[in-house]
């Protein structure tokens, strides 16, 4: 551990990572539980994967900006830790793969040298904060986001309200009205508007994709900027307390707000506003750091030869932006995965002739901004000596797709693998997609939708399919008409019908087809709805029949071998522990954490640590007594029925009034003091009680 203090100049993130390093020896001794273990690990970026053995690392990137330097690192620690492949998420994250446990403390720890964090990348966390990659560059954006996705990032990253939720929680921040943040999917989501020469933001909130999507509510029309932390911070307070814990299917703020209704949900937040130290922030966007571009003073003298090729690429690859005789240059990366050794050249390329960074997309893209327009052909031929010259950026070629099978878990059916055939089939038989923009076609490898296929014009899920003879394929689901339409409005996917994998190429030959036929210059969307589900049904129907399956429709895209279904293999070996003195040791510790709040004058993380003892502890004698628990609200309320009203704990008010004094009182001095006590207080009482009832127990049995 002792290596970490030398390398390290920040003590938060130094003491971040010896935790983890300690966390790992505890696990591997069989110390704490798995769960705990697990819920800590994905906090900290670290990730099983479907190979036994080894860990995906994620590595969270806000609002996809990335510098030179960072790039260059992430791209020493994956040569150094991982196998040298970078792969680009669709929330502007880079991940890499093939990572032993052991070695993560110190492998975060290389990454912090260049202030890149894998703090809550992963887990029932507030997950990256994603915003359009041309955010600040955009001709149309009434101001520049960046700043404010900046100051949300870091003012809820380690937050004690955030860390430990029912689930994830997803925020995105759209430069502009097209709402190339996806707003509507979002947990909370931000479009930038001004009025009154205001900044601020219209909010949604409560959408989500995953086998139940669900478009966004609109919360605000409009927000002023100076507000968006504190709702924010109380939106997240509320999602704690009363989401679901007991079924991760259910434990969404979707179905939160689907459950209660968003009124119900509303007034929830405006009460715990007597809770939050601070009611407005304003962000200085001046404490932004914006990329300056290089002054590049002579201009490389070169030839571009294809002029053609160029030509096509210069349309589709390069964007106009508002700063005068700048543009920015999309590198289409095919299904987000690229090499170290490109990174670095790539690195060095922006850090001499553009601003010094790099935006990651949400279609698995490279944005470069601040490019001047004289440097266009220099910097094609050199993109080209990278293999990142590929004509097509954002556009129908340009297909999203999660990593599947491959990696993950949770694949049911190769993404990645028909993604590429997929994109084959666009390039030589459909060249005129090469430029289209409004055709969005994504692929995700099971119901989760990680590759966003809900919302895709022409979606594919990955699945399984039994014949007759009971022999199991692997198969596509294939949806219809998503899409974004603006301002914080979308449409989901149709389902409409699954078919093996193989036949994916043949379906997407009928679509574009019919739709090269009949669209008569409509958007998709609009050619979809017009023509209706049950007419896509028909013409695609007869690729269901699995009775006639030949020996290749066994076999998966990008495989040899035949296809067996299997959800991958746990992430942990198993191990048996005393769950009820993990969670005491758990509050104990949320109360030194309170303590440590508190001498920092920081009353209200003190608060919320203390807070979150006593749910801990309550929660624990629940579980002692076999009585399940799904919410934070419901174990406040089962306590008081179970113990304090039989008096088998006594209180000198209700658990209830005790805890949620929380939300009562302002986050000062003098109430922090008194909840910590009243917490420790509660956590004795607690553990008390268990040992009585266990020294009872073991006389019973020393009876017989």
């Known amino acids: 551990m002792q290596s970490f203090r030398t390398e390290i100049e920040n003590p938060v993130v130094e003491k971040d990572i010896i935790e983890l390093a300690d966390k790992i020896a ?52 994956s040569d150094e830790y991982s196998i040298g492949r970078l792969h680009i998420t669709t929330r502007q994250d880079i991940q890499i793969h093939y990572v032993d446990l052991k070695r993560t403390p110190q492998l975060w720890a290389e990454l912090e040298r260049d ?41 809820f990253l380690r937050n004690p309200i955030c860390q430990e939720m ?16 996806l707003s509507y999917m979002h947990d909370l989501g931000f479009i930038a508007k001004i009025e009154n020469q205001v900044h601020g933001f219209k909010v949604m909130i409560g959408g989500g994709l995953g086998s139940q999507p669900r478009h966004a509510d609109v919360l605000y029309d409009f927000l002023p900027s100076d507000k968006i932390i504190p709702l924010m911070e109380g939106v997240l307070r509320i999602f704690d307390r009363y989401g679901e814990r007991k079924s991760r299917a259910k434990a969404r703020m979707k179905f939160l707000i689907k459950d209660i209704g968003l009124a119900a949900f509303k007034q929830l937040v405006k009460q715990e506003q007597n809770a939050i130290e601070f009611k407005t922030i304003k962000i200085n966007i001046d404490d932004y750091q914006v990329s300056i571009p290089v002054d590049v003073k002579e201009i490389p003298k070169v030839t571009v030869k294809d002029k053609k090729a160029f030509k096509i690429w210069k349309t589709t690859n390069v964007i106009r932006q508002k700063q005068k005789d700048y543009v920015a240059v999309g590198i289409k990366v095919l299904l987000g995965d690229f090499y170290t050794d490109k990174a670095r050249l790539l690195a060095d390329l922006v850090e001499k ?99 966003q296929h809900t919302m895709a014009n022409i979606g594919f899920q990955g699945m399984s399919v039994r014949t007759p003879n009971k022999l199991v394929a692997p198969a596509l689901q294939v949806l219809l008409g998503g899409g974004n339409l603006g301002n914080g409005n979308g449409v989901f996917a149709d389902k409409l019908v699954k078919i093996p994998s193989k036949r994916g190429p043949e379906a997407l ?45 066994f076999i998966d895209w990008g495989t040899e071998e035949e296809y067996i279904k299997q959800i991958g293999i746990g992430e942990c070996a198993g191990v048996v522990i005393d769950l009820i003195a993990t969670l005491f040791l758990e ?13 920092d004058d920081d009353f209200s993380s003190s608060i919320y640590h203390a807070y979150s003892s006593m749910v801990n502890s309550a929660k624990a004698l629940l579980l002692a007594d076999g009585i399940k628990t799904n919410s934070q609200a419901k174990i406040i309320s089962q306590f008081d029925e179970h113990f304090v009203q039989t008096k088998k704990i006594a209180l000198d008010t209700s658990f209830s009034d005790l805890i949620y004094q929380i939300n009562k009182y302002n986050p000062k001095y003098e109430f922090s003091k008194k909840y910590i006590k009243d917490a420790e207080l509660f956590l004795q009482q607690v553990r008390d009680f268990r040992e009585k009832e266990l020294a009872i127990t073991k006389s019973v049995i020393n009876e017989f």
């Open 26 to 77: 505890e696990f591997n001794n069989l110390q704490i539980d798995e769960e705990k273990f697990r819920s800590l690990r994905l906090a900290r970026g670290v990730y099983g994967q479907r190979q036994k053995g080894v860990q995906m690392i994620r590595i969270k990137l806000p609002y996809g900006k990335l510098k030179s330097n960072q790039l260059k690192r992430i791209a020493d620690v």
């Open 115 to 155: 202030k890149v964090t894998l703090r809550e990348a992963c887990g029932n966390t507030v997950r990256n904060v994603t915003a359009s990659e041309t955010a600040g560059i955009d001709v149309n954006e009434p101001f520049d986001v960046s700043p404010y996705a900046d100051a949300l990032f870091r003012f």
């Open 166 to 181: 029912g689930r994830k929680f997803k925020v995105s921040f759209s430069a502009t009205e097209e709402d190339t943040g």
């Open 353 to 451: 002739y553009a601003a010094g960074e790099v935006r990651l997309s949400l279609r698995q893209n490279i944005l470069i901004p601040f490019v001047k327009e004289s440097l266009l052909e220099f910097f094609y031929l050199e993109l080209e000596k990278l293999g990142f010259a590929e004509a097509g950026y954002n556009k129908a070629i340009d297909i999203t797709a999660c990593p599947g099978t491959d990696t993950c878990n949770l694949g049911i059916a190769s993404s990645t693998g028909i993604a590429e055939k997929l994109e084959r089939v666009i390039t030589a038989e459909y060249p005129q997609y090469l430029e289209n923009s409004d055709l969005v076609i994504k692929i995700s490898g099971c119901m989760n939708a990680c590759g």
């Open 509 to 553: 030959r009928r679509i574009l087809n019919d739709f090269e036929e009949n669209a008569n210059g409509r958007l998709f969307i609009d050619y979809y709805n017009e023509k209706g589900k049950k007419y896509f049904y028909d013409f695609l129907s007869d690729l269901r029949d699995v009775s006639n399956l030949a020996q290749e429709d």
């Open 587 to 599: 509050s104990h510790e949320k109360i030194q954490k309170a303590k440590e709040s508190f001498i």
